[in-house]
């Protein structure tokens, strides 16, 4: 989901230089890992590096066609209007995140380091009962506009601009690794080399201007 606007703008421009046509189908990436690995048939699929290792290892998508595509950063969102805490440093995170009454955060990849964040500084059992995890697919903006979570943490790109909340800003470089997101041409494609083309399109400079408007950056 992370990728979502990204993919939308990028597929477009190359559509339209390229004369393909591209359908892309944008879900949760846990979801989209469980449907590539039963056997769905899809021409490539977009992935935290990571994830997409793990199907290649699997047989699932062409090793050698894994293709960074941008590094993601985790930020902090809280209700439009609401008080916008200091997160400018890992200490002043940290007192954010003990100060704050729940805490919403993804089944993906920032939910997994926001996990490895709290378990360093030695407060995850503290904080067991206040998280609020959306499930896959549900952007955690929703929980924040809501009113469920008084914190937000997903990838910057799924909190730009959504209603109802505002951006407090990205976590302090000591407290988050960036995520990055890869493209690969599945082993059930249909169109591999179409696809592998398109996956070089985004990966270039051409992909820039939809990487910087969703808060991204080159991988």
């Not at 769905?40 to 290649?56: H, K, P, Q, R």
């Not at 100060?99 to 926001?114: K, V, W």
Request: hydrophobic share 45%; proline share 5%.
């Amino acid at each position: 989901m992370a990728m979502r606007k990204v993919l939308s703008s990028s597929t477009r421009s190359w559509a339209a230089s390229s004369r393909h046509t591209v359908d892309v189908e944008s879900v949760g990436g846990v979801i989209a890992a469980r449907r590539i690995a039963e056997g769905e048939t899809f021409d490539f699929a977009v992935l935290a590096a990571d994830a997409l290792a793990a199907l290649a290892a699997r047989g699932h998508v062409v090793a050698h066609t894994l293709t960074p595509l941008a590094r993601s950063f985790t930020a902090v969102a809280v209700a439009t209007g609401a008080k916008r805490p200091d997160i400018s440093s890992e200490p002043a995170l940290r007192r954010a995140v003990l100060d704050a009454r729940s805490i919403g955060c993804s089944t993906g990849p920032s939910g997994e380091q926001l996990v490895r964040l709290f378990e360093r500084w030695g407060i995850a059992d503290t904080l067991a009962g206040r998280i609020v995890q959306a499930s896959p697919g549900v952007p955690v903006a929703t929980l924040v506009a809501r009113g469920e979570a008084e914190l937000g943490f997903q990838q910057l790109s799924e909190l730009i601009d959504v209603k109802g909340v505002d951006v407090v800003g990205t976590l302090p470089p000591d407290a988050q690794p960036p995520t990055c997101f890869a493209g690969a041409v599945c082993t059930a494609a249909k169109h591999p080399l179409e696809a592998r083309e398109l996956l070089g399109y985004i990966a270039s400079p051409a992909g820039d201007a939809a990487r910087r408007t969703n808060g991204m950056e080159a991988a």
